[in-house]
């Protein structure tokens, strides 16, 4: 499954253009689709320097997106800016779970109800991540 990730406000709180701290729940979440097989495509609005510091920070975590602002696989039947995903996870998605940022004042994704609202859909095995174990990836 491809899934258009934001990163800020959804990965990290909002600290534009710096890098804000990791929202609770997000890389573990993130680990576990990427490592269950889906595609991750980074769809942010950061670009150059910031957009390469937002790639760094998920790679730091292991996180190696499929796309960055664009799904590699669509080119040969669209032009389309916008990627092409199964479902996006950003904080400005209209039924997105929130809660309150601790620092920047800015709401930010739940990550725990994301993660419920996966399992349930069926999209995430609902098997916790642990750390040090062999994924195939």
């Known amino acids: 499954m491809y899934i258009g990730l934001d990163f800020d406000g959804t990965v990290v709180e909002h600290r534009y253009p710096d890098i804000g701290n990791n929202v609770p729940g997000a890389i573990s979440v993130?680990?576990?689709l990427w490592l269950e097989g889906h595609k991750i495509i980074l769809w942010t609005m950061r670009s150059g320097k910031e957009l390469d510091d937002a790639v760094k920070h998920l790679s730091e975590y292991g996180i190696v997106p499929y796309g960055i602002n664009g799904n590699p696989d669509q080119a040969n039947w669209s032009t389309s800016p916008k990627a092409y995903c199964h479902l996006y996870?950003?904080?400005?998605?209209?039924?997105?779970?929130?809660?309150?940022?601790?620092?920047?004042?800015r709401p930010m994704v739940d990550w725990e109800e994301v993660e419920k609202q996966l399992v349930e859909r069926?999209?995430?095995?609902?098997?916790?991540?642990?750390?040090?174990k062999d994924y195939g990836n």
């Open 89 to 105: 996870i950003d904080d400005a998605a209209l039924g997105c779970p929130l809660r309150p940022s601790m620092n920047s004042g």
């Open 122 to 132: 069926g999209v995430l095995s609902g098997e916790p991540y642990v750390k040090g």
């Open 30 to 32: 993130i680990t576990q």
